[in-house]
């Protein structure tokens, strides 16, 4: 089945300075990768996706890249704000009606 | 904005007995899904349903649990026989267009099995 790298486990960075995490899949079958945010003791949140015909995707602050030929995927937090401080997971998916596999998790903090 | 409603917030249970964790997701989704998560872990997947059966399960979803859309609202999680290690956060989420869209995750079910 779908295995799902994730680094770092752990982020700390500066306010104000990128972040960036990154993770790998192992099924080349795979076609749609969300990323979601989790705050302390509150359920995942969609913050972005992108699917596998698409090699970068944008919204505002946060973009996602994605290298299909690497099975690799990462996503990008530029001029970091302390509420971004929270638990990301990458996740992938393949089909309708299955499941997303999720990665461990990077907490990311961030230092006003 | 729609949201995934859970009930209870919190489950507290002896080991050894059922519990059934509830769901309301949202109304023109197809896709449900339960998800757990162990305290500082990752997401992990138990079972996806759609058009009134399962249609995949991890290997976690074992015969103690079980899953019914009763009515047509309702998704629910039962656990039979609850067993220290099933203490964990439970998620349920829906889609509107299956997995290969973004999921809208409930606010979980914290169970503590003691």
């Known amino acids: 089945g779908e295995n799902v790298e994730q680094h770092p486990s752990t982020l700390s960075v500066q306010e104000g300075d990128s972040a960036v995490i990154k993770c790998t899949y192992s099924?080349?079958?795979?076609?749609?990768f969300p990323w979601y945010k989790q705050e302390l003791g509150k359920r995942p949140q969609l913050i972005i996706d992108?699917?596998?015909?698409?090699g970068e995707k944008k919204d505002q602050r946060i973009a996602v890249t994605l290298n299909k030929t690497a099975k690799h995927f990462s996503l990008h937090i530029t001029e970091t704000q302390p509420e971004d401080s929270a638990v990301y997971f990458c996740a992938a998916s393949k089909t309708n009606a299955g499941k997303s596999t999720f990665g461990d998790g990077t907490t990311l903090t961030v230092k006003p | 904005e729609p949201e995934v409603t859970q009930t209870p917030s919190h489950q507290v249970t002896q080991m050894g007995q059922e519990v059934i964790l509830r769901c309301v997701p949202i109304?023109?989704?197809?896709?449900f899904y339960w998800y757990r998560q162990i305290l500082g872990q990752k997401v992990e997947f138990l079972v996806s349903f759609y058009n009134n059966e399962i249609s995949e399960k991890s290997e976690i979803f074992d015969d103690q649990f079980s899953v019914e859309r009763p009515d047509g609202s309702n998704f629910t999680l039962k656990i039979r026989s609850t067993k220290l290690e099933d203490s964990a956060m439970y998620f349920c989420?829906?889609?509107?267009?299956?997995?290969?869209?973004?999921?809208?995750f409930g606010s979980g079910t914290r169970l503590t099995v003691v």
């Open positions: 099924d080349s079958a795979s076609n749609y």
């Open positions: 109304s023109n989704h197809l896709y």
């Open positions: 989420a829906s889609t509107n267009q299956g997995a290969i869209y973004g999921y809208t």
């Open positions: 992108i699917r596998s015909n698409v």
